[in-house]
């Protein structure tokens, strides 16, 4: 008897702990299961939205406040995960900040962010496959001055003020934009800024906005440098109620594996009234130049220089240096004092438009020569019954029957509208004995002076324009040579004009 109650407790208390690892197990898996719910609650929430209050955060304030989103990192400040920065708030980037590394994560502002540091501030994306994005909607005050981005995924830029000033942006991929920056419904401020090597177009807005952003001064080379992409490396929609402005910019495809186009304005879906200033801008070696394309659309293209925009294997679809194809003839164009040569077309009127290239009152002084592809020079297209006012400029030749025979229009083809060049720079008198005349020694000017020698002495006005076409200098000359002093310009492309009873001639003159 007692042996058998020994053996049922033995038993019992096997049962127990059967019982008791089991009870153990379920626990053990329960607590396992929590803390999996617990982590990937916490990494859905990864996340750090400012509170709106007004408050003003630098870097060292997000280590503090963030939870971790923003750590200090091995070369500086590193952002982990989303991070917001309301309305009302402000991101300060001040000179304890040289550098952030961002992981795969969007940047937010909201309120206002604001770079002032004397040092460049550079953002960088983790490594090659961790691309951060930025957004900037209904902002405020915004103003990005002398940055470095790289491998980002895009900026977008959403009825906000953004001011980008002194900014580089290198390695940017399409994965969060079409372009390095995308502009919607705002007209953000793009001034010297630097892009190369971006895998989309380095400025874009859509054709379902009105954008008028302000690019100015900057360098684009290498971008949307993608295989098969055809895209210009500013691609730009309808403007809203300012000026679209791109002025002094060089858009150079020369490092590129793929060229790609300059510069595209469109208005596809005749939204608003498109106003358009494009200066003083050098735009070579890509597909094409200068695109402008839709319904209403005004813009006024001078002091430019197109220059071997050939890269395009098929002719018959691009490697204009400049193109307006109108879908009405709202879309206007007035050229100035460019220059355009080494293209397959020098300039491409397309279906219906409105171009003035020159008038009797108002010469065009647009430089158009060598333009050409299968052997036959094109300096000017017009594929459109529209007739083309294209008075004042220069061939490159005063030959009437060369320049002829690199135009097409009417004469050609009676479907075509007529083109009315002539006169043109040299023909009054087809020899320049009795036309004022001029040189220039040296060009460039290198000591600050330089000596104008007309070939007859006539008194004449002497002005000097930049490559905005504001007069810079103004001077009246009584003598066959002067000494003019430029030292107070800055270095850089200028134009130089001569008046007198005769007429007018207009030169390009280079100070370094």
Aim: glycine residues 8%; hydrophobic residues 40%; charged residues 15%.
């Amino acid at each position: 008897m007692a042996i058998r109650i020994v053996i049922l407790n033995v038993l019992l208390l096997c049962q127990i702990y059967k019982m008791m690892s089991k009870l153990n197990y379920f626990l053990q898996k329960a607590i396992l299961t929590f803390v999996f719910v617990i982590g990937s609650l916490s990494t859905l929430n990864a996340q750090w939205v400012s509170p709106g209050n007004g408050t003003t955060y630098t870097f060292p304030d997000l280590v503090n406040v963030t939870n971790g989103v923003v750590t200090n990192g091995e070369n500086g400040f590193l952002i982990n995960a989303d991070l917001t920065i309301s309305a009302n708030d402000v991101l300060k980037i001040d000179d304890q900040v040289l550098r952030v590394d961002i992981e795969a994560v969007l940047i937010t502002i909201n309120g206002s962010m604001v770079c002032s540091n004397s040092n460049r501030v550079r953002f960088y994306g983790l490594n090659e496959t961790q691309h951060f994005s930025m957004r900037f909607e209904n902002a405020t005050a915004c103003n990005l001055n002398n940055m470095y981005f790289s491998d980002g995924a895009g900026i977008k830029v959403i009825e906000s003020e953004v001011t980008f000033d002194d900014v580089k942006f290198l390695y940017f991929t399409r994965d969060y934009c079409n372009a390095v920056i995308d502009v919607f419904n705002c007209d953000p401020v793009i001034n010297n800024c630097f892009f190369m090597m971006n895998e989309g177009a380095a400025i874009s807005s859509p054709a379902n906005g009105q954008s008028s952003p302000q690019i100015l001064n900057c360098s684009f080379d290498a971008n949307a440098d993608v295989d098969g992409l055809n895209v210009p490396q500013i691609n730009l929609g309808p403007g809203g109620e300012d000026t679209i402005r791109i002025i002094g910019n060089e858009i150079d495809d020369r490092w590129a594996s793929w060229h790609v186009g300059g510069i595209s304005v469109a208005d596809l879906m005749g939204t608003g009234s498109t106003k358009v200033l494009v200066s003083g801008n050098y735009v070579a070696n890509g597909r094409y130049g200068y695109n402008q394309q839709g319904q209403t659309i005004s813009s006024v293209i001078e002091w430019n220089q197109f220059i071997d925009n050939f890269y395009e294997a098929d002719p018959m679809n691009g490697g204009s240096g400049i193109s307006i194809y109108g879908y009405t003839t709202n879309c206007k164009a007035k050229l100035r004092h460019n220059t355009i040569t080494g293209n397959l077309w020098g300039i491409t009127a397309i279906y219906l438009h409105d171009i003035d290239m020159g008038t009797e009152d108002d010469w065009g002084y647009n430089e158009i020569h060598d333009n050409g592809n299968s052997s036959t020079i094109y300096d000017l297209y017009n594929n459109s019954s529209c007739d083309l006012m294209a008075v004042g400029n220069d061939w490159n030749t005063i030959d009437e029957n060369v320049i002829e025979r690199h135009i097409v229009h009417q004469f050609d083809n009676p479907d075509f509208g007529l083109v009315t060049y002539v006169p043109y720079v040299g023909y009054e008198t087809m020899n320049e004995t009795k036309t004022t005349s001029f040189d220039i020694s040296p060009n460039p000017v290198i000591n600050g002076d330089f000596t104008l020698t007309l070939n007859k002495n006539i008194p004449s006005e002497v002005t000097i324009y930049n490559v905005n076409g504001q007069s810079v200098k103004s001077q009246h000359i009584d003598n066959l040579m002067s000494t003019i002093n430029v030292e107070a310009l800055v270095s850089g492309v200028y134009f130089i004009e001569v008046k007198n009873f005769e007429g007018k001639v207009v030169k390009k003159i280079i100070i370094k």
